[in-house]
């Protein structure tokens, strides 16, 4: 199993735009091969920075759901040059 922490910084202004299409994404991911657990927390310090929490048995099926179209457009162009600060352990 990989355990995934990734934070992204959005564009000033697009975070409630983020936060209303969740609902949608979230299951999506979910439901996604090899998904183990999949959320994300707001940031109380800092309302431009979400922290995703992902954990998936396969490294490669988290890298293969970052380049597909739908999760592209969810944050695209809403977060500043995607810079993912990701944090993986394998166990």
Not at 7 to 29: D, F, K, S, V, Y
Not at 73 to 85: G, T
Request: proline letters at 8%; glycine letters at 2%.
């Amino acid at each position: 199993m990989c355990k995934f922490i990734v934070a992204l910084r959005l564009q000033p202004g697009a975070r409630e735009e983020i936060l209303a299409r969740a609902p949608e994404a979230h299951p999506e991911t979910q439901a996604r091969p090899r998904c183990i657990a999949y959320d994300f927390i707001t940031c109380s310090d800092d309302p431009d920075r979400l922290i995703f929490v992902e954990s998936w048995r396969r490294k490669q099926r988290h890298e293969r759901r970052l380049k597909q179209d739908s999760t592209v457009d969810f944050y695209k162009p809403k977060h500043l040059p995607l810079r993912f600060e990701t944090t993986n352990a394998e166990l």
